[in-house]
């Protein structure tokens, strides 16, 4: 199973733009990349699920580079209630095998008024 | 349409008393998980169902918890007797398919279990 590296926190200013890379170097030919976001006393939330370039919904942004040992999760002019950690995952969702993979410890987000 | 409802959102108990969380998943989702959350760690898979049919248990340590899902719709996770080790958040999520292709895991506000 791939595992995933990413920074333990981050702090950034209300409407800026967050950048959070996640390092996966032993990610496999049919591994998909998911990021989740869990906010205090909450079960985590998925954001989004990408397998190469770039993905887009009206939360965040995926970026994937061509060799997809990394990915990069941005989320546009933050806001406090962005306040949360943010766990990348990877795994094949057609062996089960991304339901086995853990969360890791995530990224911690403290966005500044 | 409701989410993932668990019960009870606390609970605190003496070590070697039992305590039980019951998870009731999201209508027409066969596919149902438990996971572990330690204070500040990201959650680990404990145990997962396709309907009524535990298909990964091999984190769940069997000798002191047990789980089931009963006609494949809600589910409760037993443990039997608590140790001060297993205060935890305890998160039922579940999913539309077993490969869930798109990713998404749903998951209920979990259970804060306390073991004095």
């Known amino acids: 199973l791939a595992k995933t590296t990413q920074p333990i926190s981050m702090d950034s200013y209300e409407g800026q733009e967050v950048n959070i890379t996640c390092s996966h170097n032993n990610i496999a030919t049919n591994d998909y990349i998911t990021w989740y976001q869990q906010f205090p006393s909450q079960g985590p939330r998925f954001i989004i699920q990408g397998y190469k370039t770039k993905v887009t919904n009206e939360v965040a942004s995926l970026f994937i580079p061509a060799d997809r040992k990394s990915s990069t999760l941005s989320l546009p002019r933050v806001s406090l209630s962005d306040t949360a950690v943010y766990y990348c995952l990877v795994g094949d969702p057609y062996s089960g095998g991304y339901q086995k993979v853990t969360f890791g410890t995530g990224t911690k987000l403290q966005v500044i008024p | 349409e409701a989410g993932v409802v668990q019960s009870p959102r606390y609970k605190i108990i003496e070590k070697k008393q039992p305590v039980a969380f019951w998870c009731n998943p999201i209508s027409g989702h066969n596919t149902l998980y438990w996971y572990l959350q330690n204070l500040g760690q990201g959650p680990e898979l404990l145990i997962r169902?396709?309907?009524?049919?535990?298909?990964?248990d091999s984190q769940l340590p069997k000798d002191r918890f047990s789980a089931e899902r009963l006609k494949g719709v809600d589910s409760t996770l037993k443990i039997q007797p608590a140790e001060l080790g297993d205060s935890a958040v305890y998160l039922c999520?579940?999913?539309?398919?077993?490969?869930?292709?798109?990713?998404?895991?749903?998951f209920g506000e979990g259970s804060r279990l306390t073991v004095l």
């Open positions: 169902y396709e309907n009524e049919e535990a298909v990964d």
């Open positions: 999520a579940s999913s539309l398919e077993v490969q869930a292709t798109d990713g998404e895991l749903f």
